[in-house]
């Protein structure tokens, strides 16, 4: 059976274990996809710093690094994750690198796009576009990536 909601998913982590998202039921989930050299990285910070305001009022971040623009994150799992912790002191739980866009996307963006799609219809235009779930699962804001995470916190804070 096809997934029809945000919980049905899974996804790896960085360190090789699959979720299911129905983990972060009742939360709201900010999705993002994520690289670590995109003149948008220093996003890692503000998202971090809406995840620790807000990770105790049910509020969780996603992130899924993608390679699929630009080449801007080349690196492996383990080259991923040192360089989110070292340089931005992520600690919200950052997944294995997937494609958004295409036929190998992975099914949560597949599923996010076709439920909120943007402005270049269904596909995600670049890194850090953002997708926020609401605590019944349902994606309720599409976010571009240039949207800075701060800006975002009025729609969490509701």
């Not at 948008?40 to 969780?60: C, I, N, R, S």
């Not at 971040?61 to 699929?68: A, S, V």
Request: with cysteine; net charge positive.
């Amino acid at each position: 059976m096809a997934a029809t909601r945000f919980y049905d998913f899974t996804a790896t982590t960085l360190q090789g274990k699959e979720i299911s998202m129905e983990e972060f039921k009742g939360k709201k989930i900010l999705v993002v996809n994520t690289a670590s050299k995109c003149g948008l990285t220093p996003q890692f910070e503000g998202l971090e710093a809406l995840y620790k305001k807000y990770k105790d009022k049910d509020f969780v971040i996603l992130g899924f690094p993608c390679n699929q623009f630009g080449n801007q994150e080349p690196g492996d799992e383990s080259s991923i994750a040192s360089g989110c912790v070292l340089n931005y002191g992520v600690t919200f739980p950052m997944f294995a690198k997937v494609d958004v866009n295409g036929d190998a996307a992975h099914p949560i963006f597949k599923y996010l796009k076709k439920q909120l799609g943007g402005l270049f219809g269904s596909s995600i235009k670049w890194n850090f576009t953002k997708f926020l779930i609401d605590e019944q699962g349902r994606p309720v804001k599409r976010f571009a990536p240039v949207t800075k995470p701060e800006k975002i916190a009025s729609y969490i804070a509701k």
